[in-house]
């Protein structure tokens, strides 16, 4: 009876958000008495990543109406996870944060589903992301991120007047927190910015010069360093080093403080060794709780409407007293990733060779030497030799034999273009499109029409 | 926001495979990037390339130097390419394969050289690394030392320094280390 109460006021707040009209509601808001529990039954939510973030984020999507929640993390659970990612106990440690953070959130609230996925991101294929409404990211690499967004922003499509397919849109939310500082974006693929538009927004790691490190010591950072790019090296011929293996770690952070030692340096430990080693901020756990906050109230208006959504970046920093911030960061339209790139009608009859000739009497590319490349597989490549005569044979096929025979797909060219007079190299996305294929049964629709 | 309409609509057979997309390995933003750096390169003549993985494993490549003036002049030199998924954001790992007598590359083929850490930026290129790594062999610096004895001998015996390497190179000792013959 209690409970049943509690679970009663439990969506108080949250009802008054989702089942009243208001007049700073998102664009198409329909109230409804009964929208939180739409939102629960069919919107599907992705977080990736179940450490600091991940933890707030699971606890704080499943409190604000989500009850299909998947996550993925491939990390296990750490002694010094232990201060802040407050699903997990000290007899957790060595186990999946994905599964532990799962089961702990379904145990305090009632009807909500999470389904933990225990890997890699990578090892993912792109259905398993497309089947999700939204994915909220709680990752501390750019790496990682830069994948997702790839990811996400591959199922978009634009219609023939270069606007974004609304069903095509997979909205992503981004959180990431270093020490007291932090920031949560929006990141709509075709209408806001994604995440390469403006990854120069990462200042990239500090590296230390490797005669610095093996000449002239001067801080804890720079012994640990040497042990760890220039020593491993020494004494494990081959052996890659895994920052994961804590045996590895344990031999880079003594091999350290033997160097610190000799130099006479002081403040090697190893948690620092791990931070050096793997670039870690110390994390602050209420910067992690105002980060999700900010991040799953994000979530939830993209999925409801119930008020105006983030435009588009938000930054925190605690460090000196409070401030928050918001920017409205602009796209870059010819971003690889996100941007309409050029679209192109062909026939399923034009060979690469002829292709690459269209290219250089396209109006808007212009584009000379032009190599080509298709999901990874390199199509022609201009230049080096060896590369060229590797690819060469491909010129007299069919594009669309080379991509697949796919109705269409996205290819992408890089060469040399003229604009008043100058010549600048670029990089561009085609949108390529066969005309008279259909559907994704090219196949079959030549078996039913013959 | 989502259209919760369409999604209750939504079956599970339009999820899968909607755009008749193959589903096929994805080409990160650096894996793009470096496509356009590798169809352009201008190779100095010293240098010659090579993908072992073939022709669709850009991410890692080796290339070949064969310095043509200088205390290096005649050996060849091979240093190992790995690009990361966030190139140019990281610049690339390089390696040298080759063990060398030299004063920025110690024995285990670490190379000094500023744009491949602390002065990199992302627009630089493959080209420019090639060009750099090319200069260390016409103009050995003693002071970045990686390889400390190496660098002691050419600042304070250039002759001594330029015997060592050709030792080196053809394959000897110099003190208690063997180098393999390069030439
Ligand atoms: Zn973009």
Redesign the pocket.
């Known amino acids: 009876m209690a409970n049943a109460l509690a679970e009663q006021g439990r969506w108080r707040d949250l009802d008054k958000l989702l089942a009243r009209p208001g007049n700073i509601v998102g664009h198409g808001f329909e109230h409804s008495p009964t929208l939180r529990e739409e939102i629960g039954e069919f919107v599907r939510v992705l977080v990736v990543g179940a450490g600091g973030l991940g933890c707030e984020l699971l606890k704080d999507l499943a409190l604000s109406g989500f009850k299909n929640i998947d996550v993925i993390d491939m990390d296990t659970i750490e002694v010094s996870n232990l201060n802040r990612q407050f699903l997990f106990r000290l007899q957790d440690v060595g186990k999946s944060k994905a599964e532990v953070a799962a089961k702990r959130v379904m145990e305090r609230v009632s009807g909500v589903t999470i389904v933990s996925h225990f890997c890699r991101i990578e090892d993912k294929d792109l259905e398993f992301y497309n089947d999700f409404n939204i994915i909220v990211l709680g990752l501390d690499s750019i790496e990682a991120r830069s994948y997702i967004n790839s990811v996400a ?1 591959s199922f978009l499509e634009y219609d023939c007047d270069d606007k974004p397919v609304p069903e095509t849109v997979k909205p992503m939310v981004d959180g990431g927190t270093e020490g007291f500082k932090g920031h949560a974006r929006v990141i709509l ?1 075709g209408t806001t ?5 403006n990854i120069w927004l990462f200042p990239p790691q500090v590296k230390f010069p490797l005669c610095t490190l093996a000449e002239t010591p001067r801080t804890a950072a720079h012994c640990i360093e040497y042990a760890h790019l220039i020593k491993w090296d020494e004494a494990h011929s081959g052996k890659a080093f895994d920052a994961d293996d804590p045996v590895h770690m344990q031999w880079v952070y003594s091999e350290a403080l033997k160097r610190a030692e000799l130099f006479g340096i002081t403040g090697v430990t190893y948690s620092l060794t791990q931070g050096v080693v793997k670039n870690i901020i110390p994390a602050i756990a209420s910067t992690n709780a105002i980060i999700s906050a900010a991040c799953a109230l994000e979530a939830l208006k993209i999925v409801s409407g119930c008020s105006k959504t983030l435009s588009n970046y938000l930054t925190y920093n605690g460090l000196e007293g409070t401030h928050i911030k918001v920017t409205d960061f602009v ?2 339209m010819d ?5 309409p790139g050029t679209l192109i009608e062909l026939d399923t009859s034009v060979t690469l060779s002829q292709f690459i000739e269209l290219l250089g009497e396209h109006p808007n590319l212009h584009l000379s030497k032009p190599s080509v490349t298709y999901r990874g597989n390199n199509l022609y490549m201009q230049s080096p030799p060896i590369l060229e005569e590797m690819t060469r044979s491909n010129l007299l096929l069919l594009l669309f034999d080379l991509m697949g025979k796919v109705p269409k797909d996205t290819i992408h060219v890089s060469g040399t273009t003229e604009k008043d007079g100058k010549k600048t190299s670029c990089l561009r996305k085609l949108r390529v499109v066969f005309k008279g294929v259909v559907g994704g049964s090219t196949d079959m629709d030549i078996a039913r029409s013959s | 926001m989502i259209n919760l309409f369409k999604i209750k609509g939504q079956k599970r057979e339009d999820a899968a495979n909607a755009n008749g997309r193959a589903p096929v390995k994805k080409q990160s933003a650096g894996e793009l990037r470096l496509h356009k750096d590798i169809s352009e390169l201008n190779l100095p003549k010293t240098t010659t390339i090579s993908f072992p993985n073939g022709k669709d494993d850009l991410m890692n490549f080796e290339i070949s130097i064969r310095p043509d003036e200088g205390y290096y002049q005649g050996g060849t030199f091979i240093f190992t390419f790995q690009v990361s998924p966030s190139y140019p954001h990281e610049p690339p790992k390089v390696k040298c394969k080759t063990k060398v007598y030299h004063p920025n590359i110690d024995l285990e083929g670490n190379v000094c050289l500023n744009i491949l850490r602390e002065d990199w930026k992302p627009v630089l290129n493959i080209n420019t690394v090639i060009y750099g790594l090319n200069l260390l062999f016409t103009q050995p610096n003693d002071e970045d030392p990686l390889n400390h004895d190496a660098a002691a001998v050419l600042r304070d015996n250039p002759k001594l320094f330029e015997s060592n390497v050709r030792r080196a190179m053809a394959g000897g000792y110099v003190g208690q280390i063997y180098f393999p013959r390069c030439i």
């Open positions: 922003c693929p910015p994604c995440f390469e538009c796209r870059d971003c690889l990733v996100c941007g």
